[in-house]
């Protein structure tokens, strides 16, 4: 059973930073992707950023760009997200997620870091 365990959460003041770490138990995602969502409460998953192992690409949400950035371990089976410069419409749930390659959608959660900012 493939785990992602996130790491790195936790309460910070506005125009702060925090790295948030997500560790998968296998090298499942090598030839697909990881990438990070949040959820805020009453809101819908939000897609944050991701990293596309085979051609080392990355993409991200128009609210988080300029202002976070997602990078990932040379194994492919840890990625990272900096996020600087912390609004408090950034509280949320994070969650890491996997793609498989060859498949559609992320396949595999962690079970969230919650990301509180405070104004």
């Known amino acids: 059973q493939v785990q992602l365990v996130e790491s790195g959460g936790g309460l910070v003041q506005a125009g702060g930073s925090l790295r948030l770490s997500c560790v998968s138990s296998?090298?499942?995602?090598?030839?697909?992707?990881m990438g990070w969502f949040r959820q805020a409460p009453g809101k819908e998953r939000e897609f944050v950023a991701a990293?596309?192992?085979?051609?080392?690409?990355?993409n991200y949400g128009d609210s988080v760009k300029g202002r976070f950035t997602i990078s990932g371990g040379n194994a492919k089976t840890t990625v990272y997200l900096q996020m600087n410069s912390l609004k408090p419409e950034d509280t949320a749930v994070y969650y890491c997620a996997g793609r498989r390659f060859g498949r559609p959608e992320y396949d595999y959660w962690g079970q969230g870091t919650q990301v509180t900012v405070s104004s």
């Open positions: 990293i596309i192992w085979r051609t080392s690409s990355t």
């Open positions: 296998s090298r499942t995602f090598t030839s697909g992707a």
